[in-house]
T-cell receptor, first 113, second 113 residues
Framework: GEDVEQSLFLSVREGDSSVINCTYT??????LYWYKQEPGAGLQLLTY?????DMKQDQRLTVLLNKKDKHLSLRIADTQTGDSAIYFC?????????????FGGGTRLMVKP | DSGVTQTPKHLITATGQRVTLRCSPR?????VYWYQQSLDQGLQFLIQ???????AKGNILERFSAQQFPDLHSELNLSSLELGDSALYFC????????????FGQGTRLTVV
């Protein structure tokens, strides 16, 4: 079955880099995503990576994918207080005739000034 | 703003009642997904529709049903509500039906009292 795991909490200082890690189990995943959720808000799509890629960079965000170890990470450079939120990784897997996203439990990022 | 619109934002209702949650996908998106977010279960996939047809069914209770209309908006119907159905219900949409970028709405917070 599918299972996505993340650490619960990460605390960094403003200006430092943050690295949020995620492991998944389903090797049939097609895309892997990172979403951000601020208090009382919806899920904001930050970035995604195709399962046949190793790395993707998008401004301050770098996604690394190690398919062999089924490990996904999100690096946020120059972390700001506005980056404080819960970050979810998710894998998209074929399911029935469509697909579904399986989410991790979320990592709460706290950025200290 | 993701372009996905969900109404209402908040809903308070009594046990045993029935409610309908509405979702308008981004312009051009054919797939609609419904997810439930609760403290104990995290983000759970409920169901996917693509161009009016059901494509994938996840952990959706028999008391819940959904449909996608010809104009591509979708409704999630929750009946015989129980206290445990209190949660944040998200709708997401994507262009394709098999794993492309999924953009989420702001969610409907349902409180059953």
């Amino acid at each position: 079955g599918e299972d996505v795991e993340q650490s619960l909490f990460l605390s960094v200082r403003e200006g430092d880099s943050s690295v949020i890690n995620c492991t998944y189990t389903d090797s049939s995943s097609t895309y892997l995503y990172w979403y951000k959720q601020e208090p009382g808000a919806g899920l904001q799509l930050l970035t995604y990576i195709f399962s046949n890629m190793d790395m993707k960079q998008d401004q301050r965000l770098t996604v690394l994918l190690n398919k062999k170890d089924k490990h996904l990470s999100l690096r946020i450079a120059d972390t700001q207080t506005g980056d404080s939120a819960i970050y979810f990784c998710a894998e998209s897997i074929p399911y029935n005739a469509g697909n579904m996203l399986t989410f991790g439990g979320g990592t709460r990022l706290m950025v200290k000034p | 703003d993701s372009g996905v619109t969900q109404t209402p934002k908040h809903l308070i209702t009594a046990t045993g009642q029935r409610v309908t949650l509405r979702c308008s996908p981004r312009s051009g998106d054919l797939s609609v997904y419904w997810y439930q977010q609760s403290l104990d279960q995290g983000l759970q996939f409920l169901i996917q529709y693509y161009n009016g047809e059901e494509r994938a069914k996840g952990n959706i209770l028999e008391r819940f049903s959904a449909q996608q209309f010809p104009d591509l908006h979708s409704e999630l119907n929750l009946s015989s509500l129980e206290l445990g159905d209190s949660a944040l219900y998200f709708c997401a949409s994507s262009v394709g039906g098999s794993g492309t970028e999924a953009f989420f709405g702001q969610g409907t917070r349902l409180t059953v009292v």
